[in-house]
């Protein structure tokens, strides 16, 4: 059975593309933290290339952004290309099945400022009315 689940963040903002045959393909890398801490305490993470086709590719083109903290589930993949000096490279990618989004980065934005007290909802009714029932 050839089956990976990844929690980890969005190195970059996902990169959306369509084949030759009409096919959407996103990619991105996820930001994994290693179950333990480094040398100096420090945290350490795996960088792990995920790809994502079709409908889901769309969506996670549309939805995501660096940062976000994703649950990928999908397969490993080793693949193998000769390189334009002749060489034989490799790469290893996960080949995402689902993609759950679990939170957004938060940024460090100031509150929007207090509107004035006013008597009127957002569809311009009077709030203090009394209700008829």
């Known amino acids: 059975m050839n089956k990976s689940i990844l929690m980890g963040r969005l190195v970059r903002d996902p ?14 890398t996820l930001a994994v933290n290693r179950p333990f801490k480094g040398a100096g305490g420090k945290q350490e993470a795996d960088f792990i290339n995920i790809v994502v086709w079709g409908k889901i590719a769309e969506v996670c ?8 903290r994703l ?17 034989r ?6 080949i995402a099945n689902s993609v759950d989004f679990i939170e957004q980065k938060t940024h460090d934005v100031a509150p929007p400022p207090e ?6 909802d ?10 008829p029932f």
């Not at 649950?71 to 000096?85: F, W």
């Not at 957002?122 to 209700?131: C, H, K, M, P, R």
């Open 15 to 28: 990169e959306v593309r369509v084949t030759p045959s009409e096919k959407t393909v996103c990619t991105f």
């Open 89 to 94: 490279r490799y790469v290893t990618e996960i």
């Open 115 to 120: 509107q004035p007290a006013s008597s009127m």
């Open 122 to 131: 957002a569809f311009g009714s009077n709030v203090e009315e009394e209700i």
């Open 61 to 68: 083109g549309n939805s995501l952004a660096k940062g976000h």
């Open 71 to 87: 649950l990928v589930e999908g397969r490993l993949q080793i693949r193998s290309y000769e390189a334009k000096d002749g060489s």
